[in-house]
């Protein structure tokens, strides 16, 4: 049996499978190293080309916000001059002195590469640009005098326009027309041309430089791709080598993500990387349900108006307090006279008085305590551990509140409390409730507005 066991084994041949390994990682280091540095080229030429035609826009932008800027003078340079409506002449300082859409525009080039000839073609339109405002400001001065300004409520530059004498003793109407004339005239529109001409030609530089940028850049992606192609499809051949270890890395993981799912538990974050992206998105999820059953549950126990506890809760926390072995006191609470605040004021109102009856218990009574609204008006309270000893702190938290619900400081309505209270040795007892309405029909029986408490001498009376 020994020997026919050793003599097949013998003859068995094959590839070692940590040869085959070591061969794959070899050579796929070898690739890797290879497509990254052909990625690494693309990479960096189309983002070159990108950048190139990123900056181009950026001029040209630019370019049109130069051009939107002397065209904003020249219109309401206009306008001023045949309108004499001064907050043209606002609008046209405001631009001059404030938005600087010319000269922004030109600083703005000075952090792009250009040609010479484009930032050379800019600054040449702007000073055009400065000659013609200088212009523009003289014609304003025109008209301001036609019309009788004040020199002094003018804006500086147009004060520091020097007027000929000749053009001082001209007439309204021809200081009127020589003013149009300077923004109208033949003059003026061949001085725009110029700034659009330079404006333009400054463009067409651009334009130059960023078509050599993408001859360039083309050439070289694309003598680049065709290596990647290449070296990509010696990469597959080794890829379908590495196959097996799809098993380990993502089919055994999911198997074991499927279990967990079914089970409701916390997937193992294992595996491939995608393998744990879902693991971590479906624990994220699980976490996200949970709170959103605790908001549920939250919800469906208080209520919507006040924020405390509901009347289905507050019948829930009576039964699971039926076992409790400490001494509790339970307090019904009614606001009184609420149905007038209702008729007289509206229900809106009505519900900011229940708003703030709510804020009151719940900062007068501590946090292990349970305030609750039971009713339209009705709320209660079930204080843990406390004694009959206790009343006078108890009534005093009532007292303290009437005086803030009979003394408003906040617009609402006067209102008061009615509370009647009873005591348990130990848990909720089945007579607890109808002691604390006793003891509240007493102090509705003498006058409201008070706290009593249930004594087994006064439900005899």
């Not at 036609?146 to 409520?153: D, F, I």
């Not at 009347?311 to 009184?336: E, M, N």
């Not at 409390?417 to 604390?436: C, D, H, I, N, Q």
Request: aromatic share 8%.
């Amino acid at each position: 049996m020994e020997e026919n066991h050793t003599k097949p084994a013998k003859l068995i041949k094959g590839i070692h499978i940590s040869r085959m390994n070591a061969a794959i990682i070899t050579a796929s280091v070898v690739l890797y190293i290879l497509l990254t540095a052909t990625a690494l080229h693309v990479s960096k030429t189309i983002q070159e080309t990108y950048q190139a035609i990123q900056e181009y826009f950026l001029c040209m932008q630019t370019g049109w916000t130069f051009s939107e800027g002397s065209d904003y003078l020249t219109d309401y340079a206009r306008l001023y001059v045949v309108t004499a409506d001064r907050a043209c002449m606002d609008e046209y300082f405001a631009e001059v002195r404030e938005t600087r859409r010319r000269e922004d525009a030109v600083e703005d080039l000075t952090e792009f590469e250009l040609e010479e000839d484009a930032y050379t073609y800019f600054q040449s339109a702007l000073d055009k640009s400065q000659a013609l405002m200088e212009q523009e400001i003289y014609a304003m001065a025109l008209t301001s005098l036609a019309q009788g300004y004040e020199e002094a409520s003018l804006p500086q530059e147009v004060q520091d326009a020097a007027l000929t004498e000749a053009d001082r003793a001209l007439s309204k109407e021809a200081l009127l027309a020589k003013a149009q004339d300077l923004v109208f005239g033949p003059s003026y529109r061949e001085a725009q041309e110029q700034i659009e001409w330079d404006v333009d030609e400054s463009m067409e530089a651009l334009s130059g430089t960023v078509g050599r940028h993408l001859d360039n850049g083309y050439s070289s992606l694309y003598r680049a791709m065709r290596y990647h192609r290449i070296l990509i499809g010696a990469h597959v051949a080794a890829t379908l080598v590495g196959f097996a270890f799809t098993l380990l890395l993502v089919v055994l993981p999911m198997w074991g993500f499927v279990k967990a799912i079914r089970e409701r538990k916390s997937l193992r974050v294992a595996g491939a990387y995608e393998c744990k992206c879902l693991a971590q998105t479906c624990n994220a999820m699980f976490a996200r349900i949970t709170n959103d059953e605790r908001m549920l549950r939250h919800q469906a126990e208080h209520d919507a108006l006040t924020g405390l506890l509901n009347r289905g809760a507050f019948d829930a926390l009576q039964d699971s307090l039926q076992t409790h072995d400490g001494p509790l006191a339970l307090l019904l609470v009614d606001v009184d006279k609420f149905k007038q605040v209702n008729d007289g004021y509206g229900h809106e109102m009505g519900d900011k008085v229940l708003k703030k009856v709510s804020g009151l218990l719940a900062e007068n009574f501590r946090a292990t305590d349970y305030p609750a609204r039971i009713g339209g008006d009705e709320f209660a309270v079930i204080v843990l551990e406390a004694v009959p000893e206790e009343r006078s702190a108890i009534a005093a938290k009532i007292a303290a509140i009437n005086e803030l619900l009979t003394n408003p400081t906040d617009g609402l309505p006067v209102v008061s409390l009615s509370v009647g209270g009873a005591f348990s040795e130990g848990g909720f007892t089945g007579s607890l409730y109808k002691e604390a309405d006793l003891a509240l029909y007493e102090v509705k029986e003498h006058g409201r507005c008070g706290c009593r408490f249930y004594t087994p001498e006064a439900a005899r009376v």
